[in-house]
């Protein structure tokens, strides 16, 4: 069954240090998210990706945040000058045409770690 | 602005036991996708059942049904017959219908014990 691959599983940075996770999203998918869930919280929105630009960004994606495709099969996330609050589990997702109505596929997560 | 409440935070049963998990969700929107997710102790969010609003019918799949009532905004969850390896944190979530984001509004998750 196709999936989407999360790269790293795990990651520790220092405080102030750039972060890019990697995703590789299900080949015919056309949407592309970024969640995130802090440790013991609920999953929350951070953006949804279409057409090579953004559709969607939550509160939380400010200007710390940045996504990008750059070759046609990954999908990353950019984390700029790095907090402790930064610490949490960052899942990619995917999803095919129809946008909401479609299922959305879920990475196994990044774990990050912002010390 | 959409918003799911899952009000039972923990929930402990003993093996086979019949167990429900709640869910209310508020939106303005007329057509609507709601969600469930399993969060097993490794950490993956696993999907269970999507359905959309229009579709009231309950769904049954092995020891998982799911109850969609609209009048009462809810979309309940039941396990039969829980088992240990049911244990794991549930999610209930809610995407609005849009063209071109899927952006889903999560509840806080129930964390379900199932011992043996």
Known sequence: EPEVTQTPSHQVTQMGQEVILRCVPISNHLYFYWYRQILGQKVEFLVSFYNNEISEKSEIFDDQFSVERPDGSNFTLKIRSTKLEDSAMYFCASSGPGGAGNTIYFGEGSWLTVV | ?116
């Open chain 2, 1 to 116: 602005a959409q918003k799911v409440t899952q009000a039972q935070t923990e929930i402990s049963v003993v093996e086979k036991e019949d167990v429900t998990l709640d869910c209310v969700y508020e939106t303005r929107d007329t057509t609507y996708y709601l969600f469930w997710y399993k969060q097993p102790p490794s950490g993956e969010l696993v999907f269970l059942i999507r359905r959309n609003s229009f579709d009231e019918q309950n769904e049954i799949s092995g020891r998982y049904s799911w109850n969609f009532q609209k009048s009462t905004s809810s979309f309940n969850f039941t396990i039969t017959a829980s088992q240990v390896v049911d244990s794991a944190v549930y999610f209930c979530a809610l995407s609005e219908a849009d063209t071109n984001a899927g952006k889903s509004t999560f509840g806080d998750g129930t964390t379900l014990t199932v011992k043996p």
